[in-house]
């Protein structure tokens, strides 16, 4: 098993009060009224459903990489997501659709596609986390992100209290974002991917992953080059995660690209005349998506820049905020990211947003 949950389960359920900073990369997070693990499809749909009749609040924790739990903790039931395994459900020559379990850990799912020749999911490895997570904000990682693979999803709806499909183009997927983010409606079960039967990577989109292999951006190069790549680009960052590297202990970047209009993009491009062209990449409409680390770093927050009782930017990358041990507190991960997002805004009138789920705090 991944050691990619904080808390490796048995199947045993857990229950009674507990530390959710156990069960979070940031380490973070005050206790639950009420921890439940659930270890299959059949037994996340029975927690959450108890929690109901209790007439609790529910909240659905897998591997914790993308929360922001407040230091009071979370007055319900927590349904810890620790179902695991895949199943090839369709295929022909040249594909194959996996049904995937919510709780399996996702770099795991990467790893053993890889292994078997599946092209697809490879610039997503070493993403933490587990696999019933990537559609929630459409993880995405050097060119690649899970809309592109993802045909349907398996959820159990709270609102009408029935298990759902929901096919891809219904998902809502967009730039870190889906239906299902911020949205208590869905628990997914399980994922639906289908990938491309090929020894090759996809073409390879991002220039710093071409660069680092070698190619050309749109080449292909075997999938385990691929990954090896990307995991080596990803350590360098403190982007994999460490259990003895608090650069790691964070929730990967804290704030998504801005997507500029172009008259705000122009603005932008005004207030920064002093300090070069800022990068950015174009989208559909005219749009631009720019860099949030270029602007954390010129707006004066350096790698390694501290905050209040043992939380800083990490010394690797600019866009994560870390928890350096001792005394932190989800209160100093939030006071530096205000801190933050008030100096990129004072300096460049560019507004960023979290990209973790927050519950129970605010920036
Ligand atoms: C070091 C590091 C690097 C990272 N790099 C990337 C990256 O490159 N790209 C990227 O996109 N993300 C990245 N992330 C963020 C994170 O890993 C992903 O968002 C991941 O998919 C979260 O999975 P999780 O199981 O940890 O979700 P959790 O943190 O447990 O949950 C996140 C949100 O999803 C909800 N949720 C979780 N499981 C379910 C479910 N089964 N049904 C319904 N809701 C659910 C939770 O309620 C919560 O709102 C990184 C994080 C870290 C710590």
Redo the contacts with the bound molecule.
Sequence with gaps: MSDVYAEPTTGAALTGPATLARY??LRLGGPAARLDAATSAEE?VQKVQQAEARDEPV?????????VIGDQGFPGTVVL?RSRGFRVIAEDADTVTVRVE??EA?DDLVAATIERGWSGLEC?S?????A???P??????YGQEVAETITAVQ?YDRTHGEVVRIAAADCGFAY?GSI??YSDR????SVDFRLTRSPLSGPVRYAELARALDVEVGDRVPLADARATVLRL?AGK????DADDPD?W????FFTNPVLEQEAYELLRERAADLGEPPSWPGAGGVAKVSAAWLIDKAGFGKGHPGPEGVAISSKHTL?LTNRGGTASTAALVALAREIRDGVHDRFGVTLHP???L?NCTI
Excluded: C, D, H, Y
Excluded at 59 to 67: D, E, F, K, P, T
Excluded at 136 to 141: D, F, S
């Design positions: 979070t990369t996340i909240l659905v924790l897998a591997g914790g990489s993308n929360v997501i919510a709780g996702w997503l070493g993403v933490p986390g587990s019933g997570a990537t929630i904000q459409n993880v995405g990682a959820a870190r299902f983010k869905w628990v997914v079960l990803r403190g982007m994999v995660l790691t964070s929730v990967g970047s994560a990209e973790p789920v519950i």
